[in-house]
C-alpha cells in the first residue's frame, strides 16, 4: 500500500531563507507524487507533481521538488521564503484511484 | 468559474442533530470527494464517487453519508451528530483518476462543531 511521512509538522524559516520540507513516500509501484498547498480558511490547491520523466519538478510561486528514488524522497524546496510562503504543505501520493495525503507541514516565515 | 463550491461554510450542532453539508462542482468532473481534516492527522476519505449514482466508502464512512444523483452535486449527510464529527470538511473533485491526472480540486470547506 502507498503512504506518504512527512518529517516535522511546523517549520519556521526567516524571510529570504531556503525552504525545505521533507516528505518520504513508500510505494509498491512506481509512484505519483504530488504537493498541495493550503493557504489559511482555503482548501488545497495543486503546487506540483511528479509522474514520470524529469525527477526535477518545478511548481507555482518558485517551489520545485526532487523525486529521488532511491531515497524514496520528494522533498519541497523553495530558494527564498516569502511572507506569503505561509501555509500548511502536503505531499501526496495516488494509491489505486485515491489520493493518500501526508500529515501536513506548515510552515511559519518570520520577517 | 466557480469550481468546487461548499456551503456553508461554518455549522454548530448540537449532539443528535442531523445537517447535510453541499457540495457542486461545474467543471463536469466525474470523480468527486469527501474529506475531513483534524488537526495534525492530514486528510482523511469519507466517502467517494465515481459518477452519478455510484459512490463508495473510504477510509472513515461511519457516522455519514453520501448520495450523487447528478455529476454536478455530492452531499454529505451526517444522520446523528457527535463531538466526534467536529472538523473541517472538504469536497473534492478530479477529471480523472488515472494516476498521473488524478489532481483534486478542493471547495474551502465547511467547519464543523458538534457541542
Known amino acids: 500500500a502507498q503512504s506518504v511521512t512527512q518529517l516535522g509538522s511546523h517549520v519556521s524559516v526567516s524571510e529570504g531563507a531556503l525552504v525545505l520540507l521533507r516528505c518520504n513516500y513508500s510505494s509498491s509501484v512506481p509512484p505519483y507524487l504530488f504537493w498541495y498547498v493550503q493557504y489559511p480558511n482555503q482548501g488545497l490547491q495543486l503546487l506540483l507533481k511528479y509522474t514520470t520523466g524529469a525527477t526535477l519538478v518545478k511548481g507555482i510561486n518558485g517551489f520545485e521538488a526532487e523525486f529521488k528514488k532511491s531515497e524514496t524522497s520528494f522533498h519541497l524546496t523553495k530558494p527564498s521564503a516569502h511572507m506569503s510562503d505561509a501555509a500548511e504543505y502536503f505531499c501526496a501520493v495516488i494509491g489505486g484511484f485515491k489520493t493518500i495525503f501526508g500529515a501536513g507541514t506548515r510552515l511559519f516565515v518570520k520577517a | 468559474n466557480a469550481g468546487v463550491t461548499q456551503t456553508p461554510k461554518f455549522r454548530i450542532l448540537k449532539i443528535g442533530q442531523s445537517m447535510t453539508l453541499q457540495c457542486t462542482q461545474d467543471m463536469n468532473h466525474n470523480y468527486m470527494y469527501w474529506y475531513r481534516q483534524d488537526p495534525g492527522m492530514g486528510l482523511k476519505l469519507i466517502y467517494y464517487?465515481?459518477?452519478?449514482?455510484?459512490?463508495d466508502k473510504g477510509e472513515v464512512p461511519n457516522g455519514y453519508n453520501v448520495s450523487r444523483s447528478t455529476t454536478e452535486d455530492f452531499p454529505l449527510r451526517l444522520e446523528l451528530a457527535a463531538p466526534s464529527q467536529t472538523s473541517v470538511y472538504f469536497c473534492?473533485?478530479?477529471?480523472?483518476?488515472?494516476?498521473?491526472?488524478?489532481?483534486?480540486?478542493f471547495g474551502a470547506g465547511t467547519r464543523l462543531s458538534v457541542l
Open positions: 473534492a473533485s478530479s477529471y480523472s483518476v488515472r494516476e498521473a491526472k488524478n489532481i483534486q480540486y
Open positions: 464517487s465515481v459518477g452519478a449514482g455510484i459512490t
